[in-house]
């Protein structure tokens, strides 16, 4: 059962569901994560296979694509009714202008305020098959936080399953491309990804001075116990920041050896604010602070131990630059302004 929890805390973390509930536990292992997270595959992706239906800022029908984890898809016209089952997906779609056609939502969505008039389709790693089905979805859009065997289920009851994999920011921004593309939004998807550039380069042009040997080393903890190295975009956005990230040396989530971060002596320490731990109802900044030998980590005794927005830093959509933005003010407060 702790692993279960464990992985379920890093899924849950991962879609961003902080403020709906604001709890997690901690556990063994991070099985389940780690399937949900090693499940891409290389494939064209719908705006690459799309490419030569489009026709100049409308895409043209019938429309095959192929989604990041390998599926394939053929659409007779843009989808009218759309199920999200991840809040980051819900994020996109909406900037998308496509609130019309969302017809339900994950229990955790919270953002934008109009999730909260659709209908509810249960969790993000667990729908109600029967609520989705009932809907009669013509696309049926899900994230990294979806384990593969979940997917794959739901597929099999005929539902048109797409699901994203995003891992690094560039990803991020070719989601709400691709899914632009498919609901022949292509032209709504330019605003929020010009705008995610934008921040991008504000902050690269913030940090570009910081020498190598001047770089800030950032512990990140987002679920209880656990950080997260390389391969993942969290860790590329403190690389951004101008950051160096004490887990770095590790692939994906992690659960965390107390004296390793002991022994790197992060500068900064950043983690989701608000979030209590399910097991032991203590706030996550108080579980940090109170490990024992951490009060002698410079990050602590110089009180720069900063929360963050969990579901703006953790949800793969159009708002996670704006937690780029909130780190890089986390690690160099005198060169970033938001």
């Given at each position: 059962m702790a692993g279960l929890t464990a992985a379920a805390a890093l899924l849950l973390a991962l879609a961003g569901c902080g403020s709906n509930g604001g709890s997690t536990g901690a556990g063994s292992s991070p099985s389940s994560a780690a399937t949900a997270s090693a499940s891409a595959?290389?494939?064209a992706s719908a705006s690459q296979s799309a490419s030569p239906a489009a026709t100049g800022k409308h895409t043209s029908y019938p429309l095959t694509v192929t989604d990041p984890t390998g599926q394939t898809f053929?659409?007779?016209?843009?989808p009218e009714r759309i199920v999200s089952t991840s809040p980051a997906e819900t994020e996109i779609l909406f900037a998308l202008g496509l609130g019309g056609e969302i017809v339900g939502v994950s229990d955790y969505d919270n953002y934008p305020a109009e999730t909260k008039d659709k209908t509810k389709v249960g969790s993000i790693t667990q729908p109600n098959e029967e609520t989705i089905v009932g809907l009669e979805p013509d696309l049926v859009v899900t994230g990294i936080s979806m384990p593969a065997e979940v997917a794959e289920h739901l597929r099999s009851l005929k539902l048109p399953l797409y699901q994203t994999q995003p891992k690094?920011?560039?990803d991020v921004m070719k989601d709400i491309a691709d899914l632009g593309v498919i609901t022949d939004r292509q032209s709504e998807a330019e605003a929020p990804v010009a705008s995610m550039k934008a921040d991008v380069q504000k902050v690269k042009d913030a940090v570009a001075l910081v020498k190598p040997e001047d770089k800030k080393k950032v512990y990140i903890e987002f679920a209880p116990?656990?950080?997260?190295g390389k391969g993942e975009f969290m860790d590329e956005l403190i690389?951004?920041?101008?950051?160096?990230?004490?887990?770095?040396?590790?692939t994906g989530w992690n659960e965390i050896s107390e004296e390793k971060i002991v022994q790197s002596n992060p500068d900064v320490i950043l983690y989701?604010?608000?979030?209590?731990?399910?097991?032991?109802?203590?706030?996550?900044e108080d579980i940090i602070r109170g490990r024992s030998g951490w009060d002698q980590i410079s990050a602590i005794k110089n009180n720069q131990v900063v929360g963050l927005d969990q579901d703006v830093l953790s949800r793969p959509g159009p708002r996670l630059t704006q937690g780029l933005l909130q780190v890089?003010?986390?690690?160099?407060?005198d060169l970033v302004k938001e």
């Amino acid at each position: 059962m702790a692993g279960l929890t464990a992985a379920a805390a890093l899924l849950l973390a991962l879609a961003g569901c902080g403020s709906n509930g604001g709890s997690t536990g901690a556990g063994s292992s991070p099985s389940s994560a780690a399937t949900a997270s090693a499940s891409a595959s290389p494939s064209a992706s719908a705006s690459q296979s799309a490419s030569p239906a489009a026709t100049g800022k409308h895409t043209s029908y019938p429309l095959t694509v192929t989604d990041p984890t390998g599926q394939t898809f053929t659409f007779d016209k843009a989808p009218e009714r759309i199920v999200s089952t991840s809040p980051a997906e819900t994020e996109i779609l909406f900037a998308l202008g496509l609130g019309g056609e969302i017809v339900g939502v994950s229990d955790y969505d919270n953002y934008p305020a109009e999730t909260k008039d659709k209908t509810k389709v249960g969790s993000i790693t667990q729908p109600n098959e029967e609520t989705i089905v009932g809907l009669e979805p013509d696309l049926v859009v899900t994230g990294i936080s979806m384990p593969a065997e979940v997917a794959e289920h739901l597929r099999s009851l005929k539902l048109p399953l797409y699901q994203t994999q995003p891992k690094t920011l560039d990803d991020v921004m070719k989601d709400i491309a691709d899914l632009g593309v498919i609901t022949d939004r292509q032209s709504e998807a330019e605003a929020p990804v010009a705008s995610m550039k934008a921040d991008v380069q504000k902050v690269k042009d913030a940090v570009a001075l910081v020498k190598p040997e001047d770089k800030k080393k950032v512990y990140i903890e987002f679920a209880p116990g656990w950080t997260v190295g390389k391969g993942e975009f969290m860790d590329e956005l403190i690389t951004l920041a101008g950051g160096v990230n004490v887990a770095g040396d590790t692939t994906g989530w992690n659960e965390i050896s107390e004296e390793k971060i002991v022994q790197s002596n992060p500068d900064v320490i950043l983690y989701a604010k608000d979030l209590i731990d399910s097991e032991s109802g203590k706030p996550l900044e108080d579980i940090i602070r109170g490990r024992s030998g951490w009060d002698q980590i410079s990050a602590i005794k110089n009180n720069q131990v900063v929360g963050l927005d969990q579901d703006v830093l953790s949800r793969p959509g159009p708002r996670l630059t704006q937690g780029l933005l909130q780190v890089a003010k986390a690690i160099y407060p005198d060169l970033v302004k938001e």
